[in-house]
């Protein structure tokens, strides 16, 4: 039997086959196979002798971004290496603004976080949220989300988290504040990897792009006098990723590498729409190192448009996504799934078969990936 799933295994990893399952009626599943990407049906994965692996995807992203940031990272995941099956689980918060549209679709295609902690999970991702208040504990979601983190500190092997969720958690478990930057830090950006002993960062490229979009910063020296390693980080970006004390435990990123190609210029546009109705008073600049020459002739163009629209008081009908459309360059993608490949494989060496429990039997929670004795 041993033989035969490690048979199995290697076909798949051969094959080139996806081991993401469609558990559930997620609309993001179709979504994802409609885009030319293998999804596995529940039967067919219940016949495969494969491990799985079950991860929880917070996602506190707000409405507009909800189900484009759910397929990103489940995109992200999906693409990985094919050393399991990967289940899924999209959960939220209480606290929130919503409206009745998406809490009907969490409703509907969620999982309930208290049905999670009853069946465990082997890792967990947390995604970034919009803020309304100077403190972050000041944020009505800011009790529930602590409360996802102690449970999870206690019962998954890793976290992985984004953008605003690593302020929070930087903030609660090493009281680090995040300190306002002079001007939103927006584009794409290159960096280098400080650490490339690390097995997070096992063959990937030295040098990568990242996209960032933040008005928040921690820095390498904040991270530093914490005990905590940084792992990536730019001159002009700042600190992409870190961790730790114990390498792996909880993994921290402040930059975007689950961002479609178009993910900024659709920011962008939201920006310009807003400038153009005389909700912002200036107009928004460019995202760094994102437009090529000629894509940035189009954007200028469209700004032209829309201060006319702003001083008429006509309609702003911008073509800004038909014209850019093929102009722009990912240039992050493989870096990105490279990154959460090495996760993911890293998770699934600690982890309990069982999971319900946090690490296989031997390994040390205060040093997981055995990398003291090194």
């Known amino acids: 039997m041993l033989f035969w799933a490690r048979y199995k295994l290697l076909s798949s990893l051969r094959s080139g086959n996806m081991p993401l399952v469609e558990h559930s009626k997620l609309p993001a599943f179709a979504q994802l196979r409609a885009q030319g990407h293998e999804v596995l049906s529940l039967d067919r994965a219940e016949h495969q002798d494969i491990r799985e692996l079950h991860i929880g995807f917070l996602n506190m992203m707000p409405d507009a971004a909800l189900q484009a940031t759910e397929r990103q990272f489940i995109r992200l995941v999906g693409g990985c290496n094919r050393i399991a099956q990967f289940f899924v689980y999209p959960f939220s918060l209480p606290g929130l603004p919503r409206s009745a549209q998406t809490l009907d679709y969490i409703e509907q295609y969620y999982s309930d976080f208290e049905t999670l902690r009853e069946e465990g999970l082997d890792a967990l991702i947390i995604t970034g949220a919009n803020v309304a208040n100077p403190s972050l504990q000041q944020e009505p979601f800011w009790d529930p989300l602590i409360e996802v983190v102690n449970w999870a500190q206690d019962n998954v092997v890793s976290i992985l988290c984004s953008c605003l969720a ?197 390994v040390d929670p205060e040093d997981p990936l055995g990398l003291k004795e090194k």
């Open 166 to 362: 690593t302020h929070a958690l930087l903030k609660h478990l090493h009281g680090i504040d995040r300190q306002p930057l002079p001007d939103k830090r927006w584009g794409v950006f290159s960096h280098r990897v400080s650490t490339p002993e690390h097995p997070l960062l096992r063959e990937i490229n030295t040098r990568f792009d990242i996209p960032h979009s933040r008005y928040n910063d921690i820095s390498r020296e904040q991270l530093e006098a914490a005990g905590l390693p940084v792992l990536v980080d730019s001159r002009e970006g700042g600190v992409h990723l870190a961790a730790s004390s114990d390498q792996f435990r909880v993994i921290y990123m402040q930059g975007h590498p689950e961002y479609d190609v178009a993910s900024l210029l659709k920011e962008y546009r939201r920006e310009l729409i807003r400038f153009a109705s005389g909700e912002l008073e200036t107009a928004p600049p460019f995202p760094e190192h994102y437009f090529g020459d000629q894509a940035q002739e189009y954007a200028a163009a469209q700004l032209q448009r829309a201060l006319q629209a702003r001083t008429t008081g006509a309609a702003f009908d911008d073509t800004l996504e038909q014209d850019l459309a093929g102009l722009l360059d990912n240039t992050w993608g493989d870096t990105a799934k490279a990154v959460i490949n090495n996760w993911l494989g890293l998770v699934y060496r600690v982890t309990n078969i069982d999971r319900k429990q946090q690490f296989m039997p031997g």
